[in-house]
């Protein structure tokens, strides 16, 4: 054939291919096989002053009930259009509850944490047990259980929650149900009955079976959160010099607490900064306490109390302290662990 007329056919065959719903590799095979990964996500920064305000003013102007279920405001990256992600796979979003408000019961597929930074005075019903949310807890919700949040006091409180909403929409594996008009209880105990049961360290209730592949302890309490991170650092048993961190886990598999989301909470003593790593699969941020630094990619984030940053895939990352930084820290991890996709680097 001549050029030309292997130029017509070449046409013809490619037209032909979009015909048939058929895609050549070659003509794509440098975007769907990178290097590496090429993330869509960039490296975000949501101040809590900015955040707060604007809860509030969701709080005063439109009721929380049936149907939208929460007041819930996503964070949303601002490279992910059309979607309101923090990253790929991580919802992050402030929840706001008014005096005496009451968020009610429902259950869906995908996995949930609450992340207290200030405030109490809510408790998060799940499965009929009420787990009080205090400043500085980890409370999970995990797959298809029940829960509704219910504020019993006189004043506003807010926190974070994040879920797998991303990944489950990806995965096409969303569930959702309404519960019943109330769980059925105002109950504010002390201490819940899943802390009664499995909340004593080292120690395995035998008679009790957890409910689901997720922690069955609803509540990780700061008191414990505090005094392991202390006692790294008087001990010098750190990830590096000056930087402890603890991983919630679950207390009858000793893996991650949640199946999808991991979940951490940092201490870097003053003056002292993480390691520069990179790793695959994205994470979110949370500062809980103190001043600080954030480098991530190519951005530089002055960070406090509040604030929420989101870390794509593979960006460079990290954090310093000013004053002593604790931050809060969730990821994807486990799904890359389980998966064989994970990976780390020193950059
Ligand atoms: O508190 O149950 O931010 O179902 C998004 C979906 C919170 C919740 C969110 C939810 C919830
Ligand atoms: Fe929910």
Redesign the pocket.
């Known amino acids: 054939m001549t050029s030309t007329a292997v130029d017509q056919e070449l046409a013809r065959l490619y037209a032909d291919f979009e015909a048939a719903h058929m895609t050549p590799l070659w003509t794509q095979r440098e975007d769907l096989m990178t290097e590496s990964p090429r993330p869509k996500a960039v490296p975000a920064l949501w101040r809590w002053s900015t955040l707060y305000p604007l809860a509030e003013r969701a709080g005063e102007l439109v009721p929380v009930g049936r149907g939208g279920?929460?007041r819930?405001i996503a964070l949303r990256n601002p490279a992910i259009p059309g979607d309101p992600y923090a990253t790929p796979t991580l919802?992050a979003?402030i929840?706001y509850l008014g005096p005496r408000e009451v968020?009610p019961s429902?259950r869906?597929s995908q996995t949930?944490f609450r992340f207290v930074v200030e405030g109490e005075g809510v408790w998060t019903n799940v499965e009929g047990d009420a787990v009080a949310m205090r400043r500085g807890d980890l409370l999970l919700?995990p797959s298809w259980h029940f829960?509704e949040?219910h504020n019993t006091t006189d004043h506003p409180m807010a926190w974070i929650?994040g879920?797998d909403?991303p990944l489950v929409s990806k995965l096409d594996a969303g569930f959702f149900e309404f519960g019943p008009d109330r769980l059925g209880t105002t109950e504010t105990p002390a201490r819940s009955r899943n802390e009664r049961l499995w909340g004593h360290p080292g120690l395995r209730p035998v008679g009790a079976q957890p409910r689901s592949a997720s922690s069955p302890l609803a509540a990780y309490r700061w008191e414990h959160t505090d005094a392991a991170l202390a006692a790294q650092l008087e001990l010098d048993a750190t990830v590096t010099p000056g930087h402890a961190a603890v991983r919630f886990t679950n207390p009858a598999t000793g893996g991650d607490a949640l199946t999808t989301i991991r979940t951490e909470m940092h201490r870097l003593r003053s003056g002292h900064a993480t390691a520069a790593t990179r790793v695959v699969g994205s994470a979110v941020w949370q500062v809980f306490a103190g001043t600080g630094r954030a480098h991530v990619g190519d951005q530089t984030y002055e960070v406090a109390t509040g604030d929420l940053f989101a870390v794509p895939s593979w960006a460079p990352l990290r954090v310093e302290a000013d004053d002593q930084l604790d931050a809060f820290r969730f990821s994807d991890d486990p799904v890359y662990e389980a998966l064989g996709l994970a990976r780390r680097e020193d950059v």
């Open positions: 279920e929460r819930a919802w979003a929840q968020a429902h869906h949930a919700t829960h949040h929650d879920l909403i």
